[in-house]
């Protein structure tokens, strides 16, 4: 990973304003790679955060979430995915950021270029357990989460999320401070 915030972290290449960045694995030359947006979100509950456990193709915790099927809006995926892989209807809070992965997906035999959206939402009622087969909830704490997700575009906008609340909470505290003074 380079320290320059304009460089990619898996490439030295220089990342131009307004670029998603991506994550994972590099791009194979000559792969063909369908281009999949979809919605994801960072349940977070106090100190914790609901992520799900997915059994295959390779077990890992994720982010809940996935692709917007044609003709749906970002949003409503949102909230089908959630449901689906957790059981849980949210309140989206506001977007996070994107992030991009090239990947191979074995359950739809597809080369994937993933453009990943995250939302910061919170859970709202457990409707009881998740419908898609071979996922379940799981509550983690935040630290743990940020070591166990399964890919780095996950644990990238999960710690820009605490980066941005903890400088959010810095201006509040600055702001009282200063509102104290004569």
Sequence with gaps: VHANPRTGPTTGFRRWPGMIRRYGEPVKPGQRYRRRP????????????????????????????????????????????????????????????????????????????????VYLARPVLRLGPPTEPGHSAVWLPVEEALLRLGNAGDRAMLALLLRQQTSAINRVTLNARSAMLP
């Design 38 to 117: 979809g919605v994801y979100a960072v349940l977070l509950r106090g100190d914790s955060i609901l992520a799900t456990f997915q059994q295959a193709p390779v077990p890992e915790f994720q982010l809940p979430g996935g692709g917007i099927d044609r003709g749906e809006h970002p949003v409503a995926a949102l909230h089908r995915e959630v449901i689906e892989e957790t059981g849980w209807k949210i309140g989206i809070t506001r977007r996070i950021g994107a992030f991009r992965r090239f990947t191979y997906m074995p359950e739809y035999d597809l080369w994937a270029e993933k453009l990943c959206t």
